[in-house]
């Protein structure tokens, strides 16, 4: 069978700004290989670790074993910060993603995993750095997403909860 090559410590600024380029073509799969070919090197690289849990949260889709990979990689961020920055976004993709799918009964879901998604980005704009209002677009984005989808509510205490498999 074949075997992974490693890269060198000198390609890593290089190989980070092709996995932003894959995710922008939006080829994932690419960003995340690069990605890890980045932490096989650099275990604790902050900027691979980011850009991996965003190309995980675009495969949120297609691939259900993706979105516990993006929450998994975002918590191992070093700063509080985009802990919380990073672990919403996943969130609020993966609400987003269930809700395109249109799924017969999943609009509790889409709004709890929403709110969930709010309320670190709440505690995102406690922690940002001055000047950094990302947590607080990302806030508005998803107060938009619900009130341009009023379908989405909260489960009332008579309707019984259904098994999503991750």
């Known amino acids: 069978m074949f075997e992974l090559k490693p890269i060198s ?6 190989a ?7 995710r922008l073509l939006a080829e994932p799969s690419e960003a995340e290989s690069i990605c890890r070919d980045v932490l096989a ?4 690289n902050q900027h691979a670790l980011v850009v991996l849990a965003l190309a995980l949260t675009d495969l949120i889709p297609r ?3 993706a ?14 910060y985009e802990r919380a ?28 995993w929403l709110v969930k998604a709010l309320n670190f980005f ?12 990302d947590a607080l677009l990302r806030w508005n984005t998803c107060v938009r997403f ?8 909260p489960r009332t205490e008579d309707e019984p909860s259904a098994i999503l498999s991750e």
Do not use: M
Request: contains cysteine; negative net charge; glycine residues 6%.
């Open 122 to 133: 709440d505690t995102a704009e406690q922690l940002r750095p001055a000047g950094n209002d």
């Open 146 to 153: 619900l009130s341009h989808n009023r379908e989405l509510a």
């Open 63 to 65: 691939d259900p074993k």
């Open 85 to 112: 920055y990073y672990s919403g976004i996943c969130w609020e993709r993966r609400a987003k993603a269930q809700h395109h799918t249109g799924a017969h009964g999943s609009s509790h879901h889409v709004y709890e």
């Open 9 to 14: 410590h000198e390609s890593v600024a290089s």
């Open 67 to 80: 979105f516990a990979r993006a929450v998994e990689i975002s918590g191992r961020l070093e700063s509080a």
């Open 16 to 22: 980070l700004a092709k996995a932003e380029h894959y």
């Open 41 to 44: 090197l650099e275990p604790s």
